[in-house]
């Protein structure tokens, strides 16, 4: 029977509409699942041999985190390899890469409606529309010639976003020369995140990373300003150059002067031969001091020098090495009160902070714990030789409410450590990750003593995971029919209050109780209609 040919011109008029790439992708998907009654459906870039989702419906949010190499995810790979669309048999054997990550149906994917639509531009591949079912005849009134008017449209649609976005730097670097634009870029080097903050710092960075100013990343341990840093030299000129890395703090005083600028033989004990030092090893390319603000005073002085003129000496030598380099710092110290109190140079803090970038801690980027945990799942899913790893909702609502003092670097290993447990619980074939097989109390005891974390963030954050978890004192009442954000806050309610009237409404006294810094307890408090 041949099915008619449907109009898709909504379709169109949709994906033309002047409005935001990102809400365009939705708005496509949000069609697409009406137009054909699918339960679920993602929109994903290919870049790297690695498809990238880009937008999602009906599926949980930490999908939009993860990275799907096609190499470890048969179905994707089957999509990337078609030309064409793909029908997947309602019992292929091959695994699904959304396998329990559509809410309320983590159980019922194994036997479904599954068509795969590759996004081609130039015969190249670009992306993939992925469109699912629990009713195995969904899409048996679609013809093959519909899909592709559809796989079309989304092509486009995803081809002129990829090249405006390209064009856009283009235009930055340079107003007269425009070279080939290359879609797949293989580079691995990414900030996973759709937050206020990271935007913005995605934006500065592209700013600076034309330049060859020096920057000075700022932010708290465990908060990516290393990635920062691979970014900006990734997007500088000198990207074919090295970018070269040295953590100061780790440096023994009697070493750090030859690990900087060199040695020659013969200039101290043990300096049995020359030794190129970190300046001259990054010339032309970019220097990464990490932890800039543990660099003893005398080796300020030194540096200073090298920053402002390009020369420089190695130890024992007369000559002078002329040297081009671009500076990128990082602390997680205040370095300006660092200079009021006379541990670092003010001079050398004002040639290092040219162009500050501020890293914010992940307790201010709300959403995109839920895209960093998918992210670190996925990571965890290949290495573990997991088939499909999960994250429960109620997993997802915790981590959301802690205060992560170690940052992103905390909540990877959080991610990770879970994942081992569950494995072991479950099993390796599809096992969930759930609010026990998290430990916060473990986690944030070894962070407190990090520099730059938050030990009112931690307290905080282990009194909100352990009201999360259920830890619940035996005269509160169990919470039923809320959700779980919810009757957490109303738990935390009853329980400060509880505790208040135990200590006669002294705030300051409730707060030591709860192992809450003061303040945090007052806005805590407030937020929750108790003030």
Request: net charge negative; aromatic share 6%; hydrophobic share 40%.
């Amino acid at each position: 029977m041949v099915l008619p040919t449907r109009d898709f011109t909504h379709i169109a008029l949709d994906m033309t509409t002047s409005i935001s790439n990102q809400d365009r992708f939705q708005r496509l998907l949000n069609t697409i699942r009406q137009t054909l009654n699918c339960d679920a459906s993602a929109l994903l870039a290919f870049r790297g041999q690695q498809f990238t989702p880009l937008a999602i419906d009906g599926l949980v949010p930490d999908v939009l985190g993860r990275r799907f190499t096609i190499s470890e995810h048969p179905r994707l790979e089957a999509i990337a390899r078609a030309g064409d669309i793909v029908r997947f048999p309602a019992d292929s054997e091959l695994p699904d890469p959304f396998d329990g990550l559509i809410p309320n149906h983590e159980d019922e994917l194994k036997v479904h409606a599954c068509i795969g639509l590759p996004l081609l531009a130039d015969d190249n591949l670009i992306g993939a529309l992925t469109i699912d079912s629990f009713d195995t005849s969904s899409f048996a009134e679609f013809s093959d010639q519909d899909l592709r008017t559809i796989s079309a449209l989304a092509a486009v649609s995803l081809n002129n976003a990829l090249m405006m976005e390209q064009l856009e730097k283009v235009a930055s670097e340079s107003p007269t020369q425009l070279p080939s634009i290359k879609i797949n870029d293989s580079d691995n080097v990414e900030m996973v995140g759709q937050s206020v903050p990271v935007l913005a710092l995605k934006s500065e960075i592209d700013v600076v990373a034309k330049s060859d100013l020096n920057v000075l990343v700022l932010g708290e341990t465990g908060v990516g300003k290393e990635l920062v840093a691979k970014d900006i030299h990734r997007k500088s000129g000198r990207a074919e150059q090295p970018l070269v890395y040295l953590n100061c703090a780790a440096l023994p005083e009697s070493v750090a002067e030859s690990e900087l600028f060199g040695h020659v033989k013969g200039a101290f004990t043990g300096a049995i031969s020359n030794r190129s030092g970190k300046f001259e090893i990054a010339n032309d390319g970019t220097l990464f001091l990490d932890e800039i603000g543990e660099l003893p005073l005398a080796l300020q002085a030194k540096l200073l020098r090298v920053l402002q003129y390009g020369d420089l000496q190695r130890i024992g030598d007369d000559r002078s090495l002329k040297v081009n380099v671009r500076i990128i710092a990082a602390t997680n110290k205040d370095l300006k009160q660092e200079v009021v109190e006379g541990r670092f140079r003010a001079d050398l803090y004002h040639r290092l902070s040219v162009f500050p970038l501020h890293v914010a801690p992940l307790r201010e980027r709300g959403d995109d714990i839920a895209l960093l945990a998918g992210y670190f799942i996925e990571k965890c899913r290949a290495k573990l030789g997991i088939q499909t790893l999960r994250l429960s909702q109620a997993s997802l609502t915790m981590l959301s409410q802690y205060g992560w003092p170690g940052n992103i670097r905390e909540l990877e290993h959080c991610i990770h450590r879970a994942a081992i447990l569950a494995r072991s619980e479950y099993g390796a074939e599809s096992p969930q990750i759930h609010p026990h097989h998290f430990n916060f109390d473990g986690v944030v005891q070894d962070g407190l003593g990090q520099e730059g974390s938050s030990p009112e963030a931690s307290r905080q954050g282990i009194a909100i995971a352990r009201s999360a978890r259920g830890g619940v004192h035996s005269s509160m009442p169990v919470f039923t029919g809320d959700n779980l954000r919810d009757a957490t806050e109303l738990f935390q309610a009853q329980y400060i209050r509880q505790a208040l009237e135990a200590n006669d409404n002294n705030w300051a006294a409730t707060a030591r109780q709860l192992g809450i810094d003061s303040g945090n307890l007052h806005r805590l408090a407030k937020r929750l209609g108790l003030k």
